[in-house]
């Protein structure tokens, strides 16, 4: 008994390990054979004695039948009165398995085979370098150089923007700020949404916009300057928080 407890203690502890991983199947599967293997202990020290003792003392064993003019064999005496026992047993065994087989669905599986052919991969590198030359044009006097294609407007366009009041109370105090400049709604809430992409409402708190930090200004005034609105408005209305008008 002292090696068997000995060994399933050891196997216990080494599935037991398994229950700290970081990792959901190994930690459920540490659990689950853990618990598996205590039980077995407990019902091989604990519950299979008493139950051979008792299964013994009603004769069911067959070891009575034996001879004891020699050492005790751990089997009934074939044939023996355990024999159609164990024969109905057999029996029933192969039933089961016959049943098991019988009951199986094979008419409908479909094999399939794939097979894959091996691709080498590329081993070669092509750097391309692209070279821009920049011509300067010079105009006679008095000849006005044409006017810029180049397309105008706010790096984010603020016509898809609400025009409701932000719900959380920092964002409603500058979306006011900038309405008392005379920003349209939908482009204070373009500036307010570009610049919590950038730092949400609680970093910009924690890095101290109710005091109006330099830092979490400039993260205000960047996002205003994206939606097309002017420095001297954004200044403007960061001055009216200051002062409390």
Not at 101 to 119: F, L, P
Not at 172 to 180: C, N, P, T
């Amino acid at each position: 008994g002292r090696a068997f407890f000995t060994s399933a203690c050891t196997t216990i502890g080494g599935f037991a390990v398994l229950i700290g991983s970081a990792l959901p199947l190994l930690r459920d599967f540490g659990i689950i054979v853990t618990l598996n293997v205590a039980t077995a202990v407990l019902a091989a020290l604990v519950v299979m004695p008493p139950l051979m003792v008792w299964v013994d003392e009603r004769g069911w064993l067959g070891t009575e039948e034996q001879q004891h003019d020699h050492s005790v064999r751990l089997a009934a005496v074939m044939p023996g009165s355990q024999t159609p026992l164990a024969a109905a047993g057999a029996v029933a065994l192969a039933a089961g398995a016959v049943g098991i087989y019988v009951g199986a669905d094979t008419s409908t599986g479909v094999a399939s085979e794939i097979s894959y052919a091996a691709v080498a991969l590329p081993t070669t590198t092509t750097t391309t370098t692209t070279t821009t030359t920049t011509t300067t044009t010079t105009l006679p006097p008095g000849v006005e150089p044409p006017p810029s294609t180049a397309p105008t407007g706010p790096e984010v366009d603020p016509s898809g923007f609400p025009t409701e009041p932000p719900a959380t109370p920092i964002a409603a105090i500058l979306f006011q700020r900038l309405l008392d400049q005379g920003v349209a709604p939908n482009v204070a809430n373009c500036a307010i949404t570009t610049a919590y992409q950038e730092v949400d409402e609680n970093g910009l708190i924690e890095m101290g916009l109710a005091t109006l930090e330099p830092e979490p200004v400039a993260v205000v005034t960047r996002g205003a300057l994206k939606c097309g609105i002017p420095q001297e408005t954004v200044d403007a209305a960061i001055e009216a928080q200051r002062s409390g008008g």
